[in-house]
């Protein structure tokens, strides 16, 4: 231990940069490091992709629009849409979870098939869906809604 001039006692730190230590990863070979690294790599793709899009369609989520939006904030003439699937609530009370799922699951691949590619789907709620619509592209070619 180093001591200031105050006379308290420092932790005396190495002149070698610190390093990462991992003894799984130093007894492996580099081929098998290689192939754990693209696991993790792989493992960190899926995990953005889940915590971004609903699980029932695919479409993304509010934490994913919000992450669209704050990335393309400024470069982009955007358009924005709101739609919902109607009385999705009394359909659950009175046929079930499923039946409401595949009519949010219908509202999706209507939408999804009615924009263009560029065009993104957010589900914000359980029967709410919100449009980003790329209005740079000429006179909203090919839009269906």
Do not use: C
Request: hydrophobic share 35%; proline share 4%; glycine share 8%.
């Amino acid at each position: 231990m180093n001591q200031e001039s105050t006379g308290q006692n420092l932790p005396t730190y190495r002149s070698e940069p610190w390093r990462l230590r991992n003894p799984d990863l130093e007894a492996r070979t580099v081929d098998e490091q290689r192939s754990l690294f693209e696991n993790m790599r792989l493992h960190l793709i899926n995990e953005h992709y889940v915590a971004t899009h609903d699980p029932l369609t695919g479409a993304l989520n509010r934490r994913g629009l919000d992450d669209y939006l704050i990335k393309t904030s400024g470069s982009k003439v955007v358009a924005v849409l709101s739609a919902d699937a109607t009385n999705v609530k009394a359909l659950n009370d009175n046929y079930g979870h499923n039946v409401g799922d595949e009519v949010i699951k219908g509202t999706y691949e209507i939408l999804r098939k009615s924009t263009r590619p560029g065009d993104i789907i957010a589900r914000i709620g359980g029967d709410e869906f919100v449009v980003v619509l790329d209005a740079g592209q000429p006179a909203f070619a090919g839009l269906k809604i």
